[in-house]
DNA sequence: GTGAATCCGATTTTT
DNA sequence: TCGGATTCAC
């Protein structure tokens, strides 16, 4: 048996295999058999009798991996159980902590919060923390993710709340000597605070019961340092630890490392070379420095590649080798050079395209053209992109030519109109008010009930104050109710016998049966896309499963599983940035596969293409964490050179090494932009072609023209609409909500769709008004006193939209205290002001432009026209950028040029945060083309009917009608 | 050649 | 929204 264990081992992998006692570096670059050589010498362990099954430890990454790895060695154990422990860093320490979790005072029966739970669970005592500027009262979780990102980072270096604090004091200490430095003073008060909110968080983690993954590290660590009976203990049980992919541990899981293995029998495996998990806290210098640790460390290098050919091997490793001195082999003085077993030659190919286009027909034909000569199958390819978002093309491009492929990338699940048809349901029971929800539901693919009807049912019912249901219900009674045609009030029927059916189920009934109830018996909507043989209807029941899945994990965690407490859940986890992946169609199938390179890590293809090489998208821009650990915290040994480069060189590594037979480089100039793009560096650095030979590129053709089309194509007005939409009123609230996005603007301002009024805007109107009144007062000279002004806050406050009391008390002083420095800033610029609350219309080409000024000043020069805002500003540099760019301002200008035949001096807004802070634009002729242009968009566009989506970036992600928006999410690339 | 204005384009992911 | 890179103005 041992003999069949050593089979097919070259030198230096039987060296590894049977390597005894004490430290071993296993170096294994990529296609070397590093998987073969662990799980050959865990076995070889447990047959030769060096060690019981019990006493071996073996630690990788993720599930996946751990259960390979347990698989390949229960085939090559023959017994029938083996009780060697081979687990993730992650479950390995849960297990020590719930044996011990006593002795370091946690319950036995903590829960793991993932990481929208954090977010949750933070949210949720967003006011018993010490939170300060990290928690501006207009937005008070705005900085909470990151804030979560940073303990999770402190966490990944093993440093606790305590040495936080001492470093803070540290800082103290630092500005006592050197008290003029500001920037070092504004840190301290950063950190200040960073430290006590860390310390909180910890402490209510603990006293409900919690742990994020990384305290599981963290807590295990204490547990073995506090605790050295318990440290022995586990030292002498597992005699031998081998951990796969060593180059992606981080601080803390090797000093996890460390403890354990005091004996010194520490076996680790990896590469330097394929470390690209540095922004997850991975500590490339745990391997570069090994050695250091463990002076008498047997190393061993394996470099015969079992994948790919030579010439990829040599292409990549030119490339590697710019990261020097950063690496492994200049370290620690070894030569890691891959030697192929591979006899093949030719097998990369470098091709640049005019456009994005070009470039992923290419891919398409070409692996068209590779399955028709080789005779090979769709799983033989790969398309390897550095980001998700720039897989759409290519997956665009294999649609066109019948190339089945499969993509896992897409996060999305709660914006897949399957999922939010089965949301808006179950939100419509839990509040039968809900009137988008009935809207969006009416129009799914379950009722399709026409827009015409709705849109009429819509208007009626915002016009008598009907919930929408109770018109539905009208309408399904009344015959030629509205004019609605009887088709359509057959559906109009269903839909409400459906609801009511429904309602009482829902008091009875758990969420997930009320659901399957409602899709499967009662609209056997599940039976119709089961039977369907459409990719889409597959891919949309795994989703639905995703989604009884999400059910069953609030049933385990719910005191009472009722669908009104599911919907505050599902709130929440959206609300925290929560959006699982959507369905795979199926795993099996023959397809070529679109994968990050992240994804691909480990993955091996016959034929790989790596596309997008263009500089910006790969190496991809550096972007530092909003809020990122002191360098003297970091206990991970910095590098000297660029780092972000590094990584992503290592990140391109990766991906070349991924390739058996042949790989495909490619790139194109145009990606959309307005500027050519220049092919990566590390297409240079690869294959060995001169910087001049590749094209960098003159302007292509595409580009030039599209620097002349100011917007997407205008549309043609229709002479019969104009005549009929002879003038169009365009306030700049419509002009904005046009320019966000069309769709936006229509269930705005053409269905009327209520929406739930966010506390920004009740604080927002009540010091307006207050303002106002003050204003109004001073043009007649009449002084009014502060109590008065507070006094007309208050008359318009409104408890709505809050995120609790406590934020609602808070944001109602900061109110009070805005006003008070308001007023005392007026005291001392006793101006009075030339007009306040006027009203405007100006005509511009057929389109009335409406509006109102806050206050117009008078200067010798001109007018100031000024606007009050309430949004937070964080100086007044940023303030005049605001006021430059504020699109409303500028309509202001405009209209002010028109109504006084000249610009105005100048433009303001005061920001009251609740300081004052004042920004200043002077608006000038070309300011005014623009807005001139946005106009004219906005109203050739709502003249035309035109309401498709095209979001501005990242309006969606605010916008309030994404729960019933049709189309994907999806920002504008 | 240098500072200011303007213009683009926007990650990777596991436990 | 934000910051960097490029272009513009001098």
Known sequence: MIDKLLQNLNEEQYEAVTFDQGPLLLVAGVGTGKTTVITRRIAYLIAEKKARPAEILALTFTEKAAAEMEERVDILVPYGYIDAQISTFHSFCDRLLRENALLISLTPDFRILTEPE????????????????????????????????????????????????????????????????????????????????YAKYQQLLLEKGFVDFGDLITLALRLLRDHPAILARYQRQFRYI?????????????????????????????????????????????????QRQFPDAKLIVLKINYRSTQEILDSSYRLIQNNNPDRLEVRSGIEKRLIAVSTDVKSINYRSFETLSDEA???????????????????????????????????????????????????GLYDRWEIQTAISFLRLMADPRDNLSLHFLAGSPIYQLESEALALLTSYSRRTNKTLLQ??????????????????????????????????????????????????????????????????????????????????????????????????????????????????????????????IHQAKGLEFTHVFLVGLVSGRFPSRHRRDPLSLPDELIKDILPTADFHQQEERRLFYVAMTRAKKSLYLTSALDYGGKRPRKPSLFICEAVDIPIATIKTAKRSPLATLKDHQIRPEKPLIDEHIISEAKRLNLSYRQIDDYLTCPLKYHYIHREKIPIRQHHTVIYGAAIHRAIRWYNINLLSQRHIPLEDLQKIFKQNWRAEGFLTREHEEM???????????????????????????????????????????????????????????????????????????SRQLGIYALAYQRIFNQLPQRIELHFLTPQIIIGQFVPTEKRLEQILIDIEYVATGIRNGQFDPDPEYLACTYCAYRGICPYPYKDKE
């Open 118 to 197: 954090q977010v949750i669970f933070f949210k949720d005592h967003l006011f018993d923390l010490p939170l300060k500027s990290l928690r501006p009262l207009g937005n008070p979780i705005s900085n909470l993710r990151a804030i979560l990102t940073l303990f999770s980072r402190a966490k990944d270096e093993d440093i606790t709340p305590q040495e936080y604090r001492a470093y803070v004091e540290q800082l103290q200490k630092r500005i006592k000597t050197d008290s003029n430095d500001e920037a070092l003073a504004a840190e301290f008060m950063l950190q200040d605070e960073l430290a006590d909110v």
């Open 811 to 885: 944001r109602f002083q900061e109110g009070l205290c805005a006003l008070a420095c308001f007023y005392e800033y007026q005291g001392k610029n006793s101006k009075i002001p030339h007009l306040v609350e006027r009203r405007f219309s100006v005509i511009e080409k057929n389109n009335r432009i409406i509006g109102h000024f806050d206050r117009i000043d008078q200067s010798d020069e001109g007018g100031i026209i000024i606007d009050y805002k309430t949004s937070e500003i964080k100086d007044s540099a940023q303030a005049d950028r605001r006021t430059k760019e």
């Open 471 to 596: 018109v539905f219900r009208i309408a399904a009674q009344t015959e030629g109710f509205l004019s609605i045609s009887r088709e359509e009030r057959e559906k109009i029927k269903k839909i409400a016998d459906d609801i009511s059916a429904m309602m009482p189920t829902s008091r009875d009934e758990t969420t997930g049966s009320l659901l399957y109830e409602y899709l499967m018996v009662r609209t056997e909507y599940l039976k119709s896309l089961s039977c369907s043989q459409k990719r889409d209807d597959l891919q949309a029941m795994q989703n639905l499963a995703k989604l009884f899945a999400l059910i069953e994990r609030f049933k385990e965690i719910a005191k009472y599983d009722r669908v009104p407490w599911f919907i505050d859940y599902l709130n929440a986890l959206i609300e925290a940035g929560d959006n699982p992946a959507v369905g795979e169609a199926d795993w099996d199938e023959d397809a070529v596969s679109l994968l990050t």
């Open 242 to 290: 081998l951990v796969d992919e060593f180059q992606d541990t981080n601080y803390a899981q090797f000093e996890l490392l460390k403890l354990l293995a005091g004996h010194h029998n520490l076996a680790v495996a990896g590469d330097d070379d394929q470390s690209i998990y540095k922004f997850r806290g991975a500590a490339i210098s745990n391997i570069l420095h090994f």
């Open 361 to 411: 027909d290419f891919v398409a034909e070409k692996i068209a053209t590779i399955m028709k000569e080789k005779g090979c199958s769709y799983r033989d390819f790969a398309v390897l992109v550095r980001s998700n978002i720039q897989a759409d093309p290519f997956l665009r491009a294999m649609n066109l030519r019948h190339i089945p492929w499969r993509f896992s990338g897409s996060r």
